[in-house]
């Protein structure tokens, strides 16, 4: 029996970015430009490793490290960098939240990108589905971010998976973070699933919707 709990809440997310992912780019400039690009290099990331995993396309470890190194590079620093204070000028969608926590944003950034690495090094580790997807983990084309590389509400609706810190957001899963060792040790669809909750995340607490401008 497949693992439905790993797959079932990265539906919406997949769904909403569909949709979402093709916010307006127009009119971008400077660093608010940069990190748009940055998102679209990770929305294709994303959308090959969603296809994966819901069963869309074949499951190649060589493919999920490939599509991971791409979300490991543009995550921690290389994220947070294109967020200096007050980048708040349209078209961006990024939330003023953003430098009111700035902390918790870096610990979110640095999550994926750890959740990334981990991604990678469990690649080989295709477990509880035969490699087969379950046709619902990702429904379409995935992903994340605060500057429209997600559409709507992302993936619960609210605060994510766990609540007001997700399943990961700065405070750890289950009073404490995986270690990296535990985490290569892991199926692969589980570790994908704790990017796709950082990413939902981080998107759901810092990405603005149109009316709240």
Known sequence: ???????????????????????????ATGVVKERMELMKDMKGAMKSLSEMFSGEATYDAAQVRAAAAVLEAASGEAMTRLFPEGSLHMPSE????IWQEWQRFQVMADD??????????????????????????MGSHSMMGTDSMMGSHSMMGTDSMMGGDSMMGGSGMMGGAPSAEHLAQMPSEMVFKMVTD????????YRAEKDEH
């Open 94 to 97: 990024a939330k003023a939240e």
């Open 112 to 137: 994926l990108g750890r959740y990334s690495r981990a991604l990678a090094e469990s690649a080989d580790n295709r477990g509880g589905a035969s490699g087969q997807g379950s046709g619902t983990m």
């Open 1 to 27: 029996m497949k693992p439905v709990f790993v797959w079932g809440s990265a539906v919406v997310l997949s769904a909403a970015v569909a949709s979402g992912v093709v916010l307006a780019h127009g009119g």
């Open 198 to 205: 950082t990413c939902s995340s981080c998107h759901t607490r």
